[in-house]
């Protein structure tokens, strides 16, 4: 099963599920350049928390970030305020 940077499962995403993207990779996975690559190719832009997990070698947000809830992710994507707000209090 491939898991995003973001922690989703490429098999429960939509773009995954209709054959537009080939899946994701962890930030610190040696495809990350390759995948972003691609994204970029395909739909004119990067996942935005894929480019900042590789760029600072993060396999996945949601448990190798020290950062984790950041801004980037408080901006929308993928997930809302209110789940980030779960972690917080965690």
């Known amino acids: 099963m491939k898991i995003g940077a973001c922690g989703i499962a490429?098999?429960?995403?939509?773009?995954?599920?209709?054959?537009?993207?080939?899946?994701?990779?962890?930030?610190?996975?040696?495809?990350?350049?390759?995948?972003?690559?691609?994204?970029r190719k395909k739909f004119g832009m990067v996942c935005p928390v894929l480019e900042c997990a590789s760029s600072r070698k993060v396999g996945h947000c949601l448990k190798d970030c020290d950062e984790f809830p950041c801004e980037l992710l408080y901006r929308g994507y993928p997930y809302g305020k209110a789940w980030l707000n779960m972690f917080k209090k965690a």
């Open 10 to 39: 490429c098999e429960l995403c939509g773009l995954f599920a209709k054959g537009a993207c080939g899946g994701c990779t962890s930030g610190d996975g040696e495809n990350a350049p390759l995948v972003l690559e691609t994204q």
